[in-house]
């Protein structure tokens, strides 16, 4: 069983983003299953690219509604990249059973932080668009929050 799966508790009702939320489940857990007998760089490196867009994508909703640059949705973010992109490149340069442990307390870390990310920040993201009416199907526009 993996350290994370998707349930009902993650599901936001919002296309877009439950998607995207689905991808980053499917993406950890092929990080998890590769500590096993894959290429965990690869796995990583392929969790990494989802974040950048899947986090782009909820950063670029923000700015247009408004949101601070610098709050804590985009810090949080910022914090799972750097920790995932420190990984990353100790593959290789460090000997591979310290490396083992910094990925598995890596999946451990992001399986336990999803779930609370998801259900406050990125919700609160979702109503906010919500109570704005703001469509991120059509252009970006720029409202006031
Ligand atoms: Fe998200
Ligand atoms: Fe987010």
Known sequence: ???LS???ELALAQPDLD???QDFVDALAALERSLEDGDSAAALQALISHCEAHFSMEEAWMRAMGFEEGNCHFSQHRQVLEVARDVLGRIGSEP???VQ???ERLVLGLAEWFPMHAQQMD???IYAMQELKFDPSAAPVTVSV
Do not use: K
Request: hydrophobic residues 55%; glycine residues 6%.
């Open 101 to 103: 442990g910094y990925l």
């Open 1 to 3: 069983m993996p350290a």
């Open 96 to 98: 591979a059973e310290e």
């Open 6 to 8: 998707w349930s009902a």
């Open 19 to 21: 998607v995207t939320h």
């Open 123 to 125: 919700a609160a993201l």
